[in-house]
């Protein structure tokens, strides 16, 4: 193991993995499957943009190491992450004779991932799958867990699996081909990591958001890292999401509603659930959760970041409503994950009035002063 690797293992018995961190992880793709007994033909799940950028680097290592293999490609964006482009890639293992022990690797961001790993999961009741993720999102959080699946027609993520992969490669070099907005927006969940688990990490995060900004390889590597050994930690106690990996739902319950009433296009993930963060711990300091310091801390990480934190502008009827379809909700009551102190988070039950109370006062502060900040934004993309 060179000195510069970083190694995590996702504990869950005989499902266990390593997700593995290295500069230049890419070039090693070959090496690393066989290290981890990989034999098999391999299909590489991918899509255009990162196929051309990243494609030949994996194949030749594929190549290098002796496996046969051969790449899928998928189109860009949302749009392939359903059961249509399941059941392409389907007909592609079964026209090429895959088997038992062939390998899909998922070449991309969290929906490539997403749509490989369900793929793997069905074929043959489940073939063995490795994660290449290449955005922050991917990196940090959709390719650590095992959830796989594709959107419906009628709403996101309905269609999935339990699939855990055999192994997570990431090389976070992939990410300097990456647009800024993306990049940036996928910060959020690293900062949502320090806010749930661990506050000497978001201290961290306080002194070296501008190091990451500016793609320090050792403040990337680091970020990357802890974000990777929370999620792995939330995890390993609890795989199928009952109680404890909801922390994990941390700014999404406002984050989430916030991107289904702008249809998925004004706000890209990340930015949702940042404004998702800094409003929920502004609630956690009304209902006297956390103290006024925390939901400061909490805003300025995300300023700092770049990220919005103001409420863009929505009816509250509509918001209320849009919170209620998140999956938290359980005897008609509205549960969210709300900051008690930086590092620590519980899970609180949420009446209509003091939500209501709350829209009131930082919904005026949106409208206000952030017409140049989150609410014009939100307005230009639309
Ligand atoms: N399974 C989970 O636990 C989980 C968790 C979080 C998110 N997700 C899912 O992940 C998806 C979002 O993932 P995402 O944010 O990675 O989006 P994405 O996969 O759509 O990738 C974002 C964009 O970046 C491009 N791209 C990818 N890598 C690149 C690179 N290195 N250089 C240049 N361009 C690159 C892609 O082509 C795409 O246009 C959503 O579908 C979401 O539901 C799943
Ligand atoms: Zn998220």
Redo the contacts with the bound molecule.
């Keep these: 193991m060179s000195s510069n690797e970083r190694r995590v293992t996702v504990s869950l018995a005989e499902r266990s993995y390593d997700i593995v961190i290295r500069a230049g992880l890419l070039r090693e793709v070959g090496r690393r499957l066989q290290d981890c007994g990989l034999v098999g033909k391999v299909a590489v799940v991918t899509n255009p943009v990162v196929a051309k950028l990243y494609g030949p680097t994996v194949l030749r290592s594929l190549k290098a190491a002796g496996y046969r293999a051969r790449t899928i490609v998928v189109p860009e964006g949302e749009r392939a992450k359903s059961l249509r482009w399941v059941s392409a890639i389907l007909d592609e293992l079964v026209r090429e004779r895959f088997e038992r022990g062939s390998i899909i690797v998922a070449l991309g961001g969290g929906v490539v991932g997403d749509l490989a790993g369900f793929a793997a999961s069905v074929f043959l009741r489940g073939i063995p799958f490795v994660q290449v993720p290449t955005t922050v999102?991917s990196q940090v959080?959709s390719s650590v867990g095992g959830k796989t699946g594709v959107n419906h027609p009628l709403g996101k993520n309905l269609i999935g699996a339990f699939h855990q992969p055999r192994l997570v490669l990431i090389d976070p070099d992939t990410l300097g081909t990456l647009p800024a907005r993306e990049r940036v927006a996928g910060l959020?969940?690293v900062i949502?990591y320090g806010m749930i688990e661990d506050e000497r990490f978001f201290a961290y995060l306080e002194q070296h958001m501008a190091g990451l900004l500016k793609m320090d390889p050792e403040a990337v590597a680091h970020a990357i890292t802890r974000s990777c050994e929370i999620k792995a930690a939330v995890v390993s106690e609890d795989e199928r999401e009952s109680d404890r990996r909801r922390v994990?739902n941390y700014?999404?319950t406002v984050?989430h509603a916030l991107e289904s009433l702008g249809r998925y296009r004004t706000l890209i993930?990340?930015e949702a659930?940042a404004i998702g963060m800094v409003q929920e711990a502004a609630l956690a300091g009304q209902l006297g959760l956390c103290s006024p310091g925390v939901v400061a801390r909490q805003r300025a990480l995300v300023c700092q970041a770049g990220l919005p934190d103001r409420l863009p502008p929505v009816r509250f009827a509509e918001l209320w409503s849009a919170m209620q379809h998140d999956k938290k909700v359980a005897q008609g009551r509205l549960y969210c994950v709300l900051p008690e102190r930086v590092g620590r988070v519980t899970i609180a039950p949420l009446e209509r009035a003091v939500v209501k109370q709350w829209f009131d006062r930082h919904a005026r502060q949106g409208r206000g002063k952030g017409r140049r900040t989150g609410g014009a934004a939100f307005r230009q993309r639309h």
């Design positions: 999102v959080d959020a969940e949502k994990l700014g999404h984050g993930h990340g659930v």
